[in-house]
């Protein structure tokens, strides 16, 4: 399966006095998308983790629409709204690439050109 677009989950350290909390939902996290890469919803979850606190996660999805999908199931949004109580920074980003990134690039480009930022 070609994975074209990605949500990028990214949050810095605890809040204080919430650690044992945040771990829970980043355990939650992994068993979640775990269980979605399973069922070929997504990839299997990527997780960087800085070495001083802090990280991400990178969960790949077919399309855009797949993604959106991942982020209106209920587990999903509860889990998200843990993590935003638990752990500063917490963001979610939707990025695509192949050719949803071409049509995106093509479609700047040209308004660019339009609005007379980028010339031909």
Request: net charge negative; glycine share 6%; aromatic share 10%.
């Amino acid at each position: 399966m070609k994975w074209n677009a990605a949500l990028i989950l990214s949050y810095s350290r605890p809040v204080p006095g919430r650690e044992a909390k945040a771990m829970e939902v980043f355990a939650d996290a992994l068993t979640t998308f775990g269980k979605l890469a399973a069922d070929d919803m997504c990839a299997e979850p990527e997780v960087f983790h800085h070495i001083v606190g802090g990280g991400m996660f990178i969960i790949k999805t077919e399309n855009l629409e797949a993604a959106h999908h991942i982020l209106e199931m209920d587990d999903i949004r509860k889990m998200f709204d843990v993590a935003m109580f638990t752990v500063e920074d917490f963001d979610v980003e939707m990025f695509v690439t192949g050719e949803h990134l071409m049509e995106n690039m093509s479609l700047y480009t040209a308004i660019g050109t339009e609005l007379g930022y980028i010339s031909a």
